[in-house]
């Protein structure tokens, strides 16, 4: 565990939404904003897409924050109501974690619009900081 | 089949049901007796631990209950290395059963509340399992070990039995299938699970809208609920959906949503997260648009989501390893 603590930088895998989340990540990148390495993205078709089994996965497969990027509700969702859906799971699926005892904090939704490069930026350094803050996934428990 | 069979029954972290779920085979049991000499059943006739020792062989070795203490460990890897072909048997042996909500909270924490803290706990000199101080009688209570954990955490299971308890079919299924092998005529793959392959929601015989939409999930006390109807469209919460069936469906017919005794169905990597991804998102998809972010979070409230969605199967959850492990 200590040696892992040495060099330590927060993982973070962000489930990026093809239509709005993806394209701002897309801007935020030709704008050449900085934003921190921390954050790997994946593109998928819809926030309402990813399903809450991913986060999961990301957790175990080392990452120690999910973030799920969608479109503007109430209307921006290409797939017109999938955004409600990530926001409903991710509600509940916060309290699951909390009471498994893993920060709730560590998954984040934000709607973010293909024009909104800048706001993806800030969005990437706010996430990293706290998970910095938060440390590795699993670590304070016992 | 020229030889009686040798069927050992394990208990680890039990509560006596599957030893019911066993006896209520009936006159099926009295077959079963005919083909089979039980040689260790502790819980059904005087069998001791000693008795272990003079045992060579075992054909069947049927564990029931999780692994709780350094005890249950400890008996439960004896059988293992004698036995042909290990089962386990009911939820609690297949993924952890209801005591593994105990995995919630620290081990510490379950310590202090059961042998110190509750009202109805009488221990001045605060003793904990696994510490020899000073009793009259001698007597030690075994260690817990540090999670609650399956029985196919410490050895390789070759058949999974489910439910709570396993339904009468699944077990004559179970035992049918074991007579068979153990007579040569059909293989079995490792890891085999007698039940469905279906989600229970697949077969439930209730009646299903199109389109299920709910303005908020209600508590069981809250509902009175209509034999006919899908529960969830009921605002009831039922685990159909995510749970394997097989089972019979004997509490939907009861008019009670599934609790997910036979755990997660095929495919599903965390049964949790998987129904946290099915059903908030049934509510009030009318009015989604019209209302804030806030507002529709508040709406989507479900009480104590680990302990209903986990109910039997925590012992499968990754996350909850990750964080109660070193």
Known sequence: MEERNKNWEPKIIAFLCKYCASAGADLAGVSRLKYPANILPITVPCSGSVDMQFIVRAFEMGADGVLIGGCHTPSDCHFLRGNFKALKRVSVMKELLRQIGIEPQRIRLEWISATEGKKFAEVAREFTEEIRKLGPLGDKHE | MSRKLKIAVVPGEVCGGCDMALVDLHKNLIDVIGLADIVFWPIAMDFKEEDLDELESIDIALFQGSIRTEKHKEIIERVASKAKIKVAFGACACFGGVQSLADLYKL????????????????????????????????????????????????????????????????????????????????????????????????????????????????????????SKCFLAQGAICLGPATRGGCGSPCIKANMPCRGCMGPAPNIYDVGAKLVSALPSLVEIENEPKLSDDELSKRVTIMDPAGLFYRFTLGLSRLVRMVRRE
């Open chain 2, 108 to 227: 510490e924490e379950v310590l202090n509340e059961a042998y110190l803290k509750s009202p109805s706990t009488i221990n001045e000199e605060r003793i904990l399992p696994g510490e020899s101080k000073a009793n009259p009688y001698k007597i030690t209570a075994p260690k817990l070990v540090e999670i609650n954990y399956k029985v196919d955490d410490f050895i390789d299971v070759d058949v999974y039995v489910p439910g709570c308890p396993p339904p009468k079919e699944i077990i004559s299924e179970a035992v049918n299938k074991l007579i068979k092998y153990f007579e040569g005529r059909i293989s079995l793959e490792k890891g085999t699970v007698i039940a469905g392959t279906r989600t229970l929601c697949d077969e439930c015989p209730r009646e299903k809208p199109e389109k299920i939409v709910i303005d908020r999930f209600k508590r069981i006390h809250e509902v009175r609920l209509d034999p």
